[in-house]
């Protein structure tokens, strides 16, 4: 029996303005085409199918395309509900998609029974338990006097439990049969990147480690995180990562999808299947001098437009240099790639906000005016002007806190 093993799709998702739909759209062709050829059985999406809980009509429209085309190919599918999807929306359709071979578990409903499905294919069996995203609300009741350190106990133990609770029934009820568990949660040690703006939700508070699964789990096909690794000292925990680069940060990923394949009640091999780079994504740094220069000289790459993060940094403020960064995106609007976001600091006030917090002093320990102190100080503000400065930053923070 082979599995696929994919997740954190965030359909939906824009890159700063640019919409992604066209990569997702080459992305599902791709996967699609894969399964076939490869001749899959199962396909594990752990989480995150949707970048927001209110998906817009194109990421449904892709959502329910895969699925349509997957019909003709008889693969089971199994779907799990992560932090960024809506439990209600993943859910609203499940009987009809259960009927069609496509489970979905859009939220834990406390009952691990209803998290376990059994496939069978020829004489190979196999388990897998299709745990969600488990919130807070899903994992302990909150009680008068609890201090924050009890509460983070409390979501650790209950994540802990579940698994507990969903290994027991799969080695009570079906002895002798592999387990795949799936989940959409943080696990300590685990390597982020810059577009996972949650990540200490539930199982990043709990710091969960892949030592608090229970043993006799085959294969642990996790989302969540975005760079595809394994988790712990074994083989068996592991994130299969973003199957496209949602953010700059994960413009070097190696993005891909994990095929696992299980013979003679044992899974045999665990291969990653490189995702095509359907859009390049760059980098340019430097001053205004040198980006210009290594604009004019870059070349594109990939099936879909070319999309460029430029991060100019210049020695000192100064007017001219703000009206000719003003005009670099114009200078290159008709360049065969698109520039997605544009920044410019300045070297002397970057440092000077560097020196407001290297203090011996707390920041805490600090009063407001203390620190707006400091802040004058490092812009050099003249002493004439300080006084108005401090006085009119007194009305404005009593306005704003009452």
């Known amino acids: 029996m082979k599995v696929l093993h994919t997740a954190d799709w965030h359909l939906g998702k824009r890159l700063y303005r640019h919409d992604l739909s ?3 759209l080459q992305f599902l062709d791709w996967l699609c085409e894969t399964i076939e050829q490869r001749q899959i059985d199962v396909v594990l999406i752990a989480g995150d199918i949707f970048d927001t809980t209110n998906p817009n009509d194109g990421s449904m429209q892709l959502y329910y395309q895969f699925l349509t085309r997957m019909l003709p190919l008889e693969c089971k599918i199994i779907i799990t509900g992560g932090n960024h999807d809506s439990a209600t929306k993943l859910n609203a359709p499940r009987d009809l998609l259960r009927s069609l071979n496509i489970h979905v578990v859009g939220c834990t409903n406390g009952n691990c029974a209803d998290e376990v499905l059994r496939l069978t294919n020829g004489s190979v069996d196999l388990l897998v338990a299709a ?3 488990l919130r807070d609300s899903d994992l302990r009741q909150s ?10 106990e409390a979501v650790r ?5 579940h698994y507990e609770r969903i290994a027991d029934h799969c080695h009570t009820c079906f002895a002798d049969v592999p387990v795949v568990a799936m ?11 810059e577009s996972e703006r949650e990540i200490h939700a539930v199982g990043g508070q709990a710091a969960f480690s892949s030592e608090h699964f229970p043993s006799g789990f085959d294969y642990v096909a996790l989302g969540h995180i975005h760079v595809p690794q394994r988790v712990g000292a074994g083989e068996l925990v592991r994130y299969s990562g973003s199957p496209i680069p949602l953010s700059f940060g994960e413009r070097d990923n190696r993005h891909q999808v994990l095929e696992l394949t299980f013979a003679n009640g044992k899974l045999t091999t665990t291969e990653a299947l490189t995702v095509p780079r359907f859009r390049s994504l760059r980098q340019v740094t430097g001053s205004l001098d040198e980006v210009y220069e290594r604009l004019s000289q870059l070349e594109p790459g990939g099936s879909l437009t070319t999309l460029i993060e430029v991060l100019v940094e210049e020695e000192r403020e100064n007017l001219a240099a703000r009206m000719q960064f ?9 360049a065969p790639f698109r ?3 544009a920044r410019l600091t300045f070297r002397n006030k970057r440092q000077g906000l560097e020196s407001l917090y290297a203090i011996d002093t707390h920041l805490q320990d600090l009063s407001y005016l203390d620190v707006f102190a400091r802040r004058l100080e490092a812009s050099d503000v003249a002493d004439d002007m300080r006084e108005i400065l401090t006085e009119t930053y007194k009305e404005l923070y009593q306005s704003v806190v009452g």
């Open 22 to 24: 066209d990569d997702h």
């Open 131 to 133: 745990v969600p995203y």
């Open 143 to 152: 009680i008068s006097g609890q201090t924050y350190d009890d509460r983070v």
């Open 157 to 161: 133990m209950g994540i802990r439990n």
């Open 183 to 193: 989940g959409h949660l943080y696990v300590k040690g685990a390597t982020v990147s």
């Open 326 to 334: 003003e005009q670099l995106q114009r200078d290159f609007a008709n």
């Open 339 to 341: 520039i997605a976001k």
